[in-house]
């Protein structure tokens, strides 16, 4: 199942790398990416990393990596892995 999830999330991520001017066409510009990350253009690499950013966390949850990320960081929060 966690493969199965992976890959979907892979796909989501590629596509949405690959059509990144649909999204602008369809979605509209991002404001802050405008102003932060370029001016004509920077919706367009807003959303590029957005895909890249499902990218990783798809190879994370599929190696089993995402859940020790998440305890290392939010485990003592929650109790959890106290050192």
């Known amino acids: 199942m966690r493969i199965l ?3 979907i999330g892979l796909t989501i991520g590629a596509l949405i790398v690959i059509k ?3 999204f602008y066409q369809n979605f509209g510009a991002v ?3 405008e102003a932060h990350l370029g001016s004509e253009g920077g919706s367009r690499l807003f ?3 957005i895909g ?3 990218i990783l966390l798809s190879f994370l949850y ?3 990596l995402l859940e020790n990320i998440l305890l290392g960081i939010f485990g003592p ?3 959890g892995r106290q050192q």
């Open 47 to 49: 959303y590029k990393l």
């Open 5 to 7: 999830l992976g890959l």
């Open 20 to 22: 990144a001017g649909w």
């Open 62 to 64: 599929i190696s089993g």
């Open 52 to 54: 890249l950013a499902a």
């Open 31 to 33: 404001p802050w990416a």
């Open 77 to 79: 929060l929650f109790g």
